[in-house]
C-alpha cells in the first residue's frame, strides 16, 4: 500500500513571498490533515477535511494560510505571504474515516522563509 | 485544556537499558492515547496506543501504562536498541465538532540508544 505522499520535500523562500505544498492521501482515506512541526515541538493541527469538505480550520491562520482538497482526494496548502517564523516541516496525514482513530504521516515539506 | 506535557525533553540509555517517556494531560474527554516514533527526515509512525479502559498494553519490548485517576500515560522501552534513536511522541485524541477525531501532541522526547 502506497504511504502519503507529499511534494515538494524542501522549499527555500524569501519573507513575503508564497508557496504551496501538495499532498496525496493513501487511496481511500477519507480524512486528510495539515499539521505544522516546528522544530523542537509536537505537530500542530492546522486543517482536517472530511472528503472534500473542512472540519475544523479553527487553528489556521486565515489571513495567510488557505488549504483545499479537491475531489476529496489530493490536497493543497498554500501560505501568501510568508513570514519567517512559518518555517517548519508541514506534513499532512490521512485515517480511513472521521471516527478511525489511527493517521499516516508523509514525510513532510520543510519549509525555510528567509 | 487541550494540552499534552510530555517529559523528558531528551533521553539517553544505553543499549539494552529501559526508556522511559512520561505524559500528562487535563482534558478528560481525551479517550485514545497513540505513541508516534519519528526518525529524522521522515514524518511521524504509530508504535503503540491504549485506551483509557486499560492499564497497560504491551507490544514486544514497547509498554504503554495508563493511569487514569492521575491522567497520566508513559511509554517503556525494554532492551533498548540503538535503532530505537529516534523521537518519540505522545499523543491524545477526543472528538472534535462533528464526531470528527483530531490528536493533540506532546512536544517530544529525542531518545539516544548508546551502543
Known amino acids: 500500500e502506497a504511504g502519503v505522499a507529499q511534494s515538494p520535500r524542501y522549499k527555500i523562500i524569501e519573507k513575503r513571498q508564497s508557496v504551496a505544498f501538495w499532498c496525496n492521501p493513501i487511496s481511500g482515506h477519507a480524512t486528510l490533515y495539515w499539521y505544522q512541526q516546528i522544530l523542537g515541538q509536537g505537530p500542530k493541527l492546522l486543517i482536517q477535511f472530511q472528503n472534500n469538505g473542512v472540519v475544523d480550520d479553527s487553528q489556521l491562520p486565515k489571513d495567510r494560510f488557505s488549504a483545499e482538497r479537491l475531489k476529496g482526494v489530493d490536497s493543497t496548502l498554500k501560505i501568501q505571504p510568508a513570514k519567517l517564523e512559518d518555517s517548519a516541516v508541514y506534513l499532512c496525514?490521512?485515517?480511513?474515516?472521521?471516527?478511525?482513530?489511527?493517521?499516516?504521516f508523509g514525510q513532510g515539506t520543510r519549509l525555510t522563509v528567509v | 485544556q487541550q494540552q499534552v506535557k510530555q517529559s523528558p525533553q531528551s533521553l539517553i540509555v544505553q543499549k539494552g537499558g529501559i526508556s522511559i517517556i512520561n505524559c500528562a494531560y487535563e482534558n478528560t474527554a481525551f479517550d485514545y492515547f497513540p505513541w508516534y516514533q519519528q526518525f529524522p527526515g521522515k514524518g511521524p509512525a504509530l508504535l503503540i496506543a491504549i485506551r483509557p479502559d486499560v492499564s497497560e498494553k504491551k507490544e514486544g519490548r514497547f509498554t504503554i501504562s495508563f493511569n487514569k485517576s492521575a491522567k497520566q500515560f508513559s511509554l517503556h522501552i525494554m532492551d533498548s536498541q540503538p535503532g530505537d534513536s529516534a523521537t518519540y511522541f505522545c499523543?491524545?485524541?477526543?472528538?472534535?465538532?462533528?464526531?470528527?477525531?483530531?490528536?493533540?501532541f506532546g512536544s517530544g522526547t529525542q531518545l539516544t540508544v548508546l551502543p
Open positions: 499523543a491524545a485524541s477526543t472528538k472534535s465538532s462533528g464526531s470528527a477525531r483530531q490528536l493533540t
Open positions: 496525514a490521512s485515517s480511513l474515516q472521521f471516527m478511525n482513530t489511527e493517521a499516516f
